[in-house]
């Protein structure tokens, strides 16, 4: 993948775009490409791109324009099916110059328009620019694997992958957080798109394309989920769970061979232990050649660690097999490196292993990793599921004493989990089972105790987001079938707008894998496969308690019987003890002091400095409860991005060589 960024004029009064910012724009962005820049300018707009050459490594330079050099693009991603697209506009009469998917995205806009990102199958943050129509379509993938942060500001629109490179290109823009946005990520984890953490600056919405003509703005969305709902036979999957299995495996087989196969680099592979990447590994090694990579984390700490079942399948494919050991100093070394590239708070550690899981991967020189991210959504994987539907048939006879032991099955991974108290677990999972049919029900109790956290919050941050209910808000804007699904799809839904987009394909995918230059791929999330995973009956998926039951059934020939028998245990890592050692980073107390708490105007310096204390205090036992674990991460972090890029000045001039530089401006030494 790469970086892109540009300037669009908005009003006649407005400036050229300078040049000078476009550079810095891309400078910005030198680690997510840095291969080879580019830049482009005329009287109205100006793209820049830092490129990661992956496919057509010889033609590929952007920004690349038609054949008449008038209509322009600035492209990140991967377009898997661009073969058989181009094939189609060759039949149609288009002529290429290139091998590149770059080119193709350019003709196919040229040929069908806004449908053709309908057509794509890939991951992608696309920017054309119609020199002669003076327009400007913004395009970002079905479900937001590819970033793209919007803002106004002095007459311009400014947009680039990353909020760093905003930023740069003009001092006069706000630096500021948002308290919406502070709200969202205290309570789903994450912000919404197209909400963002930062004032006056947004995200454009996963399967969104937005366009810019004549003083307009015109935004839709070109996909949405298709579950299946009463009376369209077309949206279910009409087969047995036997034909189901077949073909999912059809379809994550195409998937990974395409993710491999249209790559002109190695393509490696991580390998967590899990069912998931072990069947992406699987499938992915019978394309990869003599030589296949694979890269795995292992932990310090024995709760966390998979080292058992990532050897197990290694042992399998006979990869050539690399490991990072993670220890809590090192999270907590890394974590401001990891701040300043999620752009965001977080409330978990978890980015950072990865982000040194990346360090890996480019060390070893591979540029292109196979990942299983996707699956637990599009297949109902995760305990929220499980434990939705538990709950609803709790709550469909509340008085019952059996229904709730049922909660017994859940969380079997932790080590200090919510059901070991039994009493507190059905206080816990029994609040509001009243309302068991109504949509986010599954996702109250998580929203519920998240949301507890704006207790810390200052009392200007939580007048400024007074009178928002960000919970209300998601659930109002969700699609207007949202209620005829199933309950297991409504709630795959909200954890796909929430979870997967913000958190999962951000700050612990697309940024920590650029963050080192490495692109991710993703054959869960491929088109087809989002499609028939939709398109299943609920049993297919979560069958009684069992996740991901038909993934599990179509992995059984080529994963080992211990990784597909093992209980779940999602990905996580040591939070708050990360951070609480005697020998621990200097930083944690400068950022948390009472001058930098005011400063920031974030939190209530009398709470946070009372949580650290309390959390210093339980370190030498390590029983911190999960609400403690959640607000010293999210504080520390907030505190390192206000840093970072509120009282900082990140992403300011880099020194980059051109490759491409077209200035077709009537002022080309403006600046």
Known sequence: MCGIAGIVRLSGGAPLPDKEALLRMAGALAHRGPDEFGVYRDDHAGLAHARLSIIDLSTGQQPMSDESNTTWIAFNGEIFNYVELRQELVALGHHFRTRSDTEVIIHAYRAWGEAAFERMNGQWAVALWDSEARRLVLSRDRVGICPLHLCVCG???????????????????????????????FTFWTIVPPQGVFRGITELEPGHVRIYENGTVRDRAYWVPRYPVPDDASSRFRGSLEDAVREVRRVLENATSLRMLRADVPVGSYLSGGLDSSLVAALGQRFAGDRFQTFSLRFEDAEYDETEYQRLMVKMLGSEHHEVVVSRSDIANVFPEVIYHTERPILR???????????????????????????????????????????????????????????????????????????????????????????????????????????????????????????????????????????????????????????????QG????????VEGRFPFLDKDVIALADSLPATYKLRVLDEKHVVKRAAADVVPREILARKKQPYRAPDALSFVAEDAPDYIDEVLSEPALRDANVFEPQAIT?????????????????????????????????????????????????RTDIDKSSNPRSS
């Open 155 to 185: 007459g311009h629109l400014y947009f680039a992958s990353e909020v760093k490179a905003i930023f740069a290109a003009n001092a006069a823009i706000p630096r500021a957080f948002d308290p919406i946005g502070i709200a969202q990520t």
């Open 349 to 507: 550690t978890a980015p950072a292993p990865l982000f040194l899981l990346s360090k890996l991967v480019r060390d070893h020189g591979i540029k292109v990793v196979l990942t299983g991210e996707g699956a637990d959504e599009m297949f109902a994987g995760y305990d929220i599921f499980r434990e939705g539907k538990v709950r609803r048939f709790w709550g469909r006879q509340p008085e019952s004493a059996w229904r709730p032991q049922l909660l017994e099955r859940l969380y079997p991974y932790l080590a200090r989990s919510p059901i070991s108290q039994q009493a507190m677990a059905r206080q816990f999972f029994g609040r509001n089972i009243s309302a068991h049919r109504a949509p986010g029900f599954a996702h109250d109790t998580r929203w519920h105790t998240t949301g507890a956290l704006k207790r810390l919050l200052s009392t200007d941050m939580q007048a400024a987001a007074a009178g928002r209910d960000v919970i209300r808000e998601l659930l109002e804007s969700t699609h207007a079938d949202f209620t005829q699904w199933s309950h297991l799809a409504q709630d795959q839904h909200l954890e796909i707008r929430t979870l997967l987009s913000g958190y999962l394909l951000s700050s």
């Open 510 to 517: 697309d940024r920590m894998l650029m963050a080192h230059s």
């Open 610 to 658: 009372q949580l650290l204390r309390k959390c210093r205090a339980r370190g030498r036992d390590g029983q911190f409860s999960n609400t403690d674990n959640m607000a010293l991460v999210g504080a520390l972090s907030t505190q390192l991005l206000h840093r970072q890029f509120i009282a900082g000045r990140p992403g300011e001039r880099c020194n980059i060589k051109l």
